[in-house]
């Protein structure tokens, strides 16, 4: 029982109110893990089943907000540890800072302590479903997902593939990259809640030989998913021109190797074409908008309502540790403070509607996740408006309910973050000693 806010489509720019439902004194109704019921606490209480009366069991969340799980559609956990580093942009910060911090994962201890470590702290953030960037060692997606399965969460990961423009000891090759991900596949693709994402790092560190692997793999079996990274950084896109002068642009580096579709989703896509923008839409490819990352690697601004409106599917993602919070309500705020630079600021249910709903479609996932329709994985977070003094200030002095959300997510962090729920089990708690 508490304040309920879901989504069942994109409100859009002119925040469609068919699009969500808010319920003051909401009820969601959980048996076996998935959504039973949803609405006013009235009517579920009195269309609960006879049988069910008494077993029934009241957890009481009046005052605070209940939201789907939030998802993070691009995130590279063994990025934790580069977290905050200081003065690169994009192709010096992944030489600097971050290949030597993925070489550190030739210890599977470290990938091991790592994975937990992350899984652990997106729960603490409310994230209960991510497209995650492993290393290109095989036996750091062994330890993401064994971390994930732990909590039952719906997790995507891939093993990175990265054969040229990359230090030695973190280069695979076409072949090898093959063989590891075949098995990575067949180990983990489809067990419980989690799939297997196919992981060309991006265009610049892998030859055509290992992006024609990657295309073969995302068609070997259903329901695999792809994520890379897309026109982030001008540097970055200068240098794939050069090394594929025959491509149209960035995007048909990897339309032509089979990388776009339902299931495909691309890190970033700040300065791309309307041509690249309409093939996006057309190949049902989505994007990842990295707020705080591109931000901090002083990439860019994502222009969001440019390419919503170009009809691609846009998820919210953290990109840790190009970005700087795994927070997606962080995010959130990131994303409104890019928009107001580009003075288009996004409405506000557009904003949650991109960290739930949002997030699950631009995964593919949303048959499973992102809302409270009846079926759905039970997977959500309550968030506590008093946690922040400065926070419960404001909203003390906020009427409408926009208001209220918009200063949770342009105030609020992890603080925030009451409790998690996975398939109807507690799985985070604030203040529970670990
Ligand atoms: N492009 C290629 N690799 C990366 C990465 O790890 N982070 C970001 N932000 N961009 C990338
Ligand atoms: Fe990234």
């Known amino acids: 029982r508490g304040r309920i806010?879901?989504?069942?489509?994109?409100?859009?720019?002119?925040?469609?109110?068919?699009?969500w439902q808010y319920i003051e004194d909401g009820a969601l109704l959980i048996d076996g893990g998935v959504?039973?019921?949803?609405?006013?606490?009235?009517?579920?209480?009195?269309?609960?089943?006879?049988?069910?009366?008494?077993?029934?069991r009241l957890i009481d969340h009046r005052g605070k907000l209940i939201v789907p799980g939030f998802v993070d559609t691009h995130v590279h956990y063994p990025q934790m540890r580069v977290l905050g580093s200081y003065g690169r942009q994009l192709l010096d910060w992944l030489n600097d800072y971050t290949f030597p911090a993925e070489a550190s994962f030739a210890d599977p201890a470290v990938a091991e302590r790592t994975a937990?470590?992350?899984?652990?702290?997106?729960?603490?953030?409310?994230?209960?479903?991510?497209?995650?960037?492993?290393?290109?060692?095989?036996?750091?997606?062994?330890?993401?997902?064994s971390a994930a399965e732990a909590k039952r969460l719906r997790m995507l990961c891939g093993k990175v593939m990265m054969d040229r423009h990359c230090p030695d000891n973190l280069r695979d090759t076409a072949d090898s990259s093959a063989r590891d991900c075949s098995a990575l596949i067949e180990r983990w693709h489809g067990k419980g809640r989690l799939r297997y994402c196919v992981t060309p790092r991006f265009a610049i560190t892998s030859t055509p030989a290992q992006l024609q692997v990657a295309g073969e793999l995302y068609a070997s079996r259903p329901d695999l998913h792809v994520q890379s990274h897309l026109s982030e950084n001008l540097a970055e896109i200068a240098f794939v021109r050069e090394l594929f002068p025959d491509s149209a642009h960035y995007l048909d580096v990897y339309d032509r190797f089979g990388l776009?579709?339902?299931?495909?989703?691309?890190?970033?896509?700040?300065?791309?074409?309307?041509?690249?923008l309409a093939r996006l839409a057309a190949s049902q490819t989505t994007i990842a908008f990295c707020p705080t990352s591109n931000r901090f690697l002083g990439s860019g601004h994502f222009d969001y309502r440019r390419t919503a409106a170009a009809g691609v599917s846009v998820g919210l993602a953290s990109d840790v540790g190009g970005g700087t919070s795994l927070s997606m309500l962080r995010t959130m705020g990131a994303g409104y403070e890019v928009s107001q630079m580009l003075q288009a600021p996004t409405p506000v249910m557009r904003s949650w509607y991109g960290a739930t709903l949002g997030g699950a479609q631009a995964l593919g996932l949303e048959g499973f996740i992102g809302n409270f329709a009846i079926g759905k994985e039970a997977d959500f977070v309550v968030l506590d408006t008093q946690a922040i003094p400065e926070l419960a200030f404001r909203v003390a002095h906020a009427n409408a309910l926009t208001e209220q959300l918009f200063a949770l997510m342009v105030l609020g962090d992890e603080r925030c973050v009451a409790a998690t729920w996975v398939l109807g089990e507690p799985a985070y708690q604030a203040g529970a000693v670990a």
């Open 260 to 276: 776009l579709g339902p299931r495909a989703i691309y890190g970033h896509g700040i300065h791309l074409s309307d041509a690249e």
């Open 35 to 56: 959504v039973r019921d949803c609405g006013e606490w009235d009517k579920v209480l009195a269309a609960l089943p006879q049988h069910t009366r008494h077993t029934a």
């Open 5 to 19: 806010l879901h989504f069942f489509a994109d409100p859009g720019e002119d925040s469609d109110p068919a699009s």
């Open 116 to 145: 937990k470590f992350f899984v652990d702290r997106l729960l603490a953030h409310g994230t209960t479903t991510a497209s995650v960037y492993a290393t290109v060692h095989a036996h750091s997606v062994d330890a993401f997902f």
